[in-house]
């Protein structure tokens, strides 16, 4: 069973503070993807990456870094979290090539900045 | 990548199918249609995925209309864990979601 884990359920910071949320897959999977989650916005891609070290930005990039320096690691750096950001962040995987389509993903982060 | 247009909410009652559908009219000749629920309080799931042909799974079933503008994921015997957010997604490596539907499985 692929198993994509995030390192927290919920988080509270404050504003200007620099946050890492963490992802964390056991499948040799390819494809990372970070997206955030807000009430009637749906899911919404930040950043994905498809190699170590390759990263590609999202529809919504502006605000927030990411680091895939290990195959099986994508992690989310907001730089200095400001209060809108607020949401319920998602990581997901996926594999590369024929039969590869499905995009697996993590329980979820809750982050609040207050 | 193309938009899909689904009904916000609908209801099924138990045992029954439920028959979602979705609408998009933009869809390229090499993008695939992706299902995906969110039940409450979770990460989504995959459901099933087609290009061309209808496809069944152990989970639902999914009918490709022959021009592609439109799909229908029907689950065939709704149980109340069947209520989530359902998704009807359109493209390649990266997904777009929608807002969903809303299926409500009463009793």
């Known amino acids: 069973d692929v198993k994509v884990t995030q390192s927290s359920r919920y988080l509270v910071k404050r504003t200007g503070e620099k946050v890492f949320l963490e992802c964390v897959q056991d499948m040799d999977h390819e494809n990372m993807f970070w997206y955030r989650q807000d009430p009637g916005l749906g899911l919404r891609l930040i950043y994905f990456?498809?190699?170590?070290?390759?990263?590609e930005k999202g529809d919504i990039p502006e605000g927030y870094s990411v680091s895939r320096e290990k195959k099986e690691r994508f992690s989310l750096i907001l730089e200095s979290a400001s209060t809108n950001q607020t949401s319920m962040y998602l990581c997901a995987s996926k594999g590369q090539g024929a039969g590869s389509y499905e995009q697996y993903f993590g329980p979820g982060t809750r982050l609040t900045v207050t | 990548d193309a938009k899909t247009t689904q009904p916000p909410s609908m209801d099924c009652a138990e045992g029954r199918a439920a028959n979602l559908p979705c609408n998009h009219s933009t869809i390229s000749g090499n993008e695939y249609v992706y299902w995906y629920r969110q039940i409450h309080s979770q990460g989504p799931q995959y459901i099933i995925h087609g290009l061309k042909n209808n496809e069944t799974n152990e989970m639902a079933s999914l009918i490709i209309t022959e021009d592609r503008k439109s799909s229908t994921l029907i689950l065939p015997h709704a149980t109340l864990r069947d209520t989530a957010v359902y998704y009807c997604i359109v493209g390649g490596n990266k997904l777009v979601f929608g807002a969903g539907t809303i299926l409500r499985v009463k009793s």
């Open positions: 990456s498809y190699d170590v070290k390759m990263k």
